[in-house]
């Protein structure tokens, strides 16, 4: 992700977009929308030292297991969708 990314106007479709997203998203796996968009900010924050990361395509969302698919017991799962645009290969490990 380019620094200049982070300064990119948004529509206020794509931000009512987004905020119904989290309120949609932090409901099913009982957290706060803040909780959902901290997680998500810090997700692509570490990310990007990686690699330039494609915004707009970004979906990440927390699901619930089924029990029968996790031993009997019902689980939060994340489930992260990011498009990688350019891997940063002079990143510092």
Known sequence: MKLTDFFKKKSSSDIAKDR????????RASCSPE?????????IEVLSKYAEI????????????DAEDNGGKSAPAL?????IKNMNHNSKL
């Open 54 to 65: 494609d915004m707009e395509g970004i979906d990440i969302n927390i699901t619930s297991l």
């Open 20 to 27: 119904l997203k989290l309120v949609l998203v932090s409901d």
């Open 35 to 43: 909780l959902m968009q901290k997680i998500r900010s810090d997700i």
């Open 79 to 83: 489930y992260a969708n990011i498009p």
